[in-house]
């Protein structure tokens, strides 16, 4: 099995961006023995805090955050962070290349029942024409990433990453500390019938997408015997599909303060989209590829749909 380091370079990536994402990596290393200690490292629980989404922190997203903004303000190459657990970016560098965005713990949630958590990532090249510790330096369209990922924590530690080309999949060698290449490169299904949306909001969403669920389950031949399959994490989900096919749904509703859904386009649609992309799956919201959109704010909000082509086309189809 192949190195990360190794892979990185066979597909022609800059020193400087494989410099920054082992720094990354090394983190996330870090985070993967916190949460394989849970109630013994003292990580579980919430605290008194809530972040900027108004949700309360949990112990393990706030010693997440902490590592990943210490060591990346700590190197040179990046020239802003951004965290979902921070009101604004921080600055780092003012001369350096690249940006950095990330999601510390994706499903919180799940974290003191022990279910599925990850960090997700993203890498934008820096921008010259505003502040390098500006909240603008991150109003870039999901095109521009030069690199996206996450690590997902269970069993096995997984590292899921494109640098443009193909969505690869490492697992940590906990033995030797490092990353080695698992999967070359996933394919997403074009088709299949298992789905991941929490039917429980079923009552608050717009006609258009009950009318969708009426038909997926039970009026549509095509999906007959569909299966849904929920984590509670969006993290997880995705990697599900990403490795066997269907469709992650988190729409938006008729609550107020959802009226674009919950999921960020900074720190989670944008990577998990370019990476379903690069596996050749679809990422939309409301119909239109979730990687166009022209972000307007740190912690903007976007209804997703994305995962294979047919049942992503079928769900856009009736919002038409």
Same mark, same amino acid.
């Given at each position: 099995?192949?190195?990360?380091?190794?892979?990185?370079?066979?597909?022609?990536?800059?020193?400087?961006?494989?410099?920054?994402?082992?720094?990354?990596?090394?983190?996330?290393?870090?985070?993967?023995?916190?949460?394989?200690?849970?109630?013994?490292? !003292?990580?579980?629980? +919430?605290?008194?805090?809530? @972040?900027?989404?108004?949700? $309360?922190?949990?112990?393990?997203?706030?010693?997440?955050?902490?590592?990943?903004?210490?060591?990346?303000? &700590?190197?040179?190459? $990046?020239? =802003?962070?951004? +965290?979902?657990?921070?009101?604004?970016?921080? !600055?780092?560098?003012?001369?350096?290349?690249?940006? $950095?965005?990330?999601?510390? *713990?994706?499903? =919180?949630?799940?974290?003191?029942?022990?279910?599925?958590?990850?960090?997700?990532?993203?890498?934008?090249?820096?921008? &010259? &024409?505003?502040?390098?510790? +500006?909240?603008?330096?991150?109003?870039?369209?999901?095109?521009?990433?030069?690199?996206?990922?996450?690590?997902?924590?269970?069993?096995?530690? *997984?590292?899921?990453?494109?640098?443009?080309?193909?969505?690869?999949?490492?697992?940590?060698?906990?033995?030797?500390?490092?990353?080695?290449? #698992?999967?070359?490169?996933?394919?997403?299904?074009?088709?299949?019938?298992?789905?991941? $949306?929490?039917?429980?909001?079923?009552?608050?969403?717009?006609?258009?997408?009950?009318?969708?669920?009426?038909?997926?389950?039970? #009026?549509?031949?095509?999906?007959?015997?569909?299966?849904?399959?929920? @984590?509670?994490?969006?993290?997880?989900?995705?990697?599900?599909?990403?490795?066997?096919?269907?469709?992650?749904?988190?729409?938006?509703?008729?609550?107020?303060?959802?009226? @674009?859904?919950?999921?960020?386009?900074?720190?989670?649609?944008?990577?998990?989209?370019?990476?379903?992309?690069?596996?050749?799956?679809?990422?939309? =919201?409301?119909?239109?590829?979730?990687?166009?959109?022209?972000? =307007? +704010? *740190?912690?903007?909000?976007?209804?997703?749909?994305?995962?294979?082509?047919?049942?992503?086309?079928?769900?856009?189809?009736?919002?038409?």
């Amino acid at each position: 099995m192949k190195r990360l380091n190794t892979v990185l370079k066979e597909d022609g990536v800059e020193t400087d961006l494989i410099l920054l994402i082992r720094t990354i990596l090394a983190t996330s290393k870090e985070i993967a023995f916190r949460v394989s200690q849970g109630e013994l490292a !003292g990580v579980l629980g +919430s605290t008194l805090n809530e @972040n900027v989404q108004g949700e $309360v922190q949990k112990k393990l997203d706030v010693i997440a955050n902490q590592l990943l903004k210490d060591i990346l303000i &700590d190197d040179t190459l $990046v020239k =802003s962070v951004a +965290s979902e657990e921070e009101d604004h970016a921080v !600055g780092a560098h003012p001369d350096g290349k690249f940006i $950095v965005a990330f999601d510390p *713990l994706d499903g =919180s949630s799940n974290i003191d029942v022990n279910g599925q958590i990850g960090t997700i990532f993203t890498i934008y090249p820096a921008r &010259d &024409d505003v502040a390098y510790d +500006s909240d603008e330096q991150f109003k870039q369209p999901g095109t521009n990433q030069v690199c996206a990922g996450y690590v997902l924590y269970g069993p096995s530690s *997984l590292l899921v990453m494109s640098t443009g080309g193909p969505t690869r999949c490492y697992t940590l060698d906990c033995t030797h500390g490092g990353y080695l290449l #698992t999967n070359k490169q996933l394919n997403v299904p074009k088709q299949s019938r298992e789905f991941a $949306v929490n039917m429980a909001n079923y009552r608050y969403w717009d006609e258009p997408t009950q009318v969708y669920f009426d038909k997926l389950l039970y #009026t549509c031949e095509s999906f007959e015997k569909s299966s849904m399959r929920w @984590n509670a994490a969006m993290v997880g989900d995705v990697h599900r599909i990403l490795c066997r096919g269907g469709l992650f749904l988190y729409p938006q509703d008729k609550r107020t303060g959802n009226e @674009n859904g919950k999921i960020r386009l900074l720190y989670e649609a944008n990577p998990l989209a370019l990476l379903m992309e690069n596996a050749g799956g679809s990422a939309t =919201s409301r119909g239109k590829r979730i990687l166009d959109i022209a972000p =307007s +704010s *740190l912690h903007q909000r976007v209804p997703v749909a994305m995962g294979s082509d047919e049942p992503v086309e079928f769900y856009n189809s009736t919002l038409a």
